[in-house]
């Protein structure tokens, strides 16, 4: 019992941002099942994490970063999933790689000690402004 903390994952702290304009802080401490958050109230809920919500739980956070990832039941899931270095489908290690990048929008998540701007994690965005990165070369 007196190794139960090693399973119970640190403090997370991100910024959810559309293209590189902060749209939401989010503080959640997975020991006190609590979760902070700042949003954005000039930003159209379409684009924030929790539109319209006052009590964020962790199967929020949680929620939201499965709604940021591929499809659970997308053809070639595993081999997408080996490609990140991943074993199985928990949607917060997939976020942590990916993002949340989802080609349809410019929303996407940072990390704390994180510093990334939408072109460094975003190919659309990259590719419309005409940067190129180390894969493509």
């Known amino acids: 019992m007196k190794h139960i903390k090693h399973l119970i994952s640190p403090a997370l702290e991100f910024e959810v941002l559309e293209h590189d304009d902060v749209i939401a802080k989010v503080n959640v401490d997975y020991v006190n099942q609590k979760v902070e958050v700042w949003q954005d109230e000039d930003v159209s809920p379409v684009f924030l994490p929790f539109p319209n919500k006052q009590k964020i739980s962790v199967g929020d956070v949680l929620d939201y970063f499965e709604s940021r990832c591929f499809p659970r039941t997308r053809h070639h899931a595993d081999q997408i999933l080996q490609s990140l270095g991943l074993k199985e489908y928990v949607a917060s290690d997939i976020v942590k790689q990916t993002h949340g990048v989802l080609y349809d929008d410019y929303i ?8 990334l701007s939408c072109a460094d994690v975003h190919p659309r965005f990259a590719s419309e402004q ?3 990165t180390d894969i493509c070369e």
Request: hydrophobic share 35%; no cysteine.
């Open 108 to 115: 996407w998540i940072r990390f704390s000690n994180e510093e």
């Open 130 to 132: 005409g940067f190129t």
